[in-house]
């Protein structure tokens, strides 16, 4: 039996996307409560959720596709023939 590298995997653009668009489905959402807590406004609450919403996807996305191209912390996981790790 060979041994074989396992390939360096990365994120499409695509995932990095939906990773942010979930995440800020639930942060918004914390906003939202927040924002209504402190103003006791439900139209005020939201309109502070939707920038929010926005900015951050945004924001969170330039920053998923910055750290794809960082190379700190990635590596080959060498497996033997088996699938164990060498």
Known sequence: MTTENAPLLT???LRSA???FTWRLVATFTT???AYCITGKQALALQI???EFVAKLVVYYVHERAWVRV???RGLLKTGGNGDKV
Request: charged fraction near 15%.
């Open 32 to 34: 939202v409560v927040i």
């Open 18 to 20: 939906l990773k942010g």
């Open 11 to 13: 994120e499409s653009p």
């Open 71 to 73: 190379p700190f912390g």
């Open 49 to 51: 959720g939707a920038v």
